[in-house]
Nanobody, 121 residues
Framework: QVQLVESGGGLVQPGGSLRLSCAASESIFSSNAMGWYRQARGKQRELVAHITSGGSTNYVDSVKGRFTISRDNAKNTVYLQMNSLKPEDTAVYYC???????????????WGQGTQVIVSS
């Protein structure tokens, strides 16, 4: 069964905003850090942002100042607020859960099905 469910993707014009959501089970969410990856057409998977169970965040340089990752522990949901979107942000965005202290640059953990984000005029 699917353990992480993403939503919120869609088509948006450059400069616009989207908020992605990822809902998880309590057992997975409460025991893990959460992150967002993306994979653009013809490119490798890229870690966008992650947040530890304690709320510490990290971002890839290309989204700093534009994207914000947050988590709502009561709702077992992690969010990615994306502002000032650019065409190069176009990708399938995937939610991931893994233990605090894990290496985010290695494949692992639990994965969602992905949600498509298209930034185009």
């Amino acid at each position: 069964q699917v353990q992480l469910v993403e939503s919120g993707g869609g088509l948006v014009q450059p400069g616009g905003s989207l908020r992605l959501s990822c809902a998880a089970s309590e057992s997975i969410f409460s025991s893990n850090a959460m992150g967002w990856y993306r994979q653009a057409r013809g490119k490798q998977r890229e870690l966008v942002a992650h947040i530890t169970s304690g709320g510490s965040t990290n971002y890839v340089d290309s989204v700093k100042g534009r994207f914000t990752i947050s988590r709502d522990n009561a709702k077992n949901t992690v969010y990615l607020q994306m502002n000032s979107l650019k065409p190069e942000d176009t990708a399938v965005y995937y939610c991931n859960a893994r233990s605090d202290g894990s290496n985010w640059f290695q494949r692992g953990g639990y994965w969602g099905q992905g949600t498509q984000v298209i930034v185009s005029s």
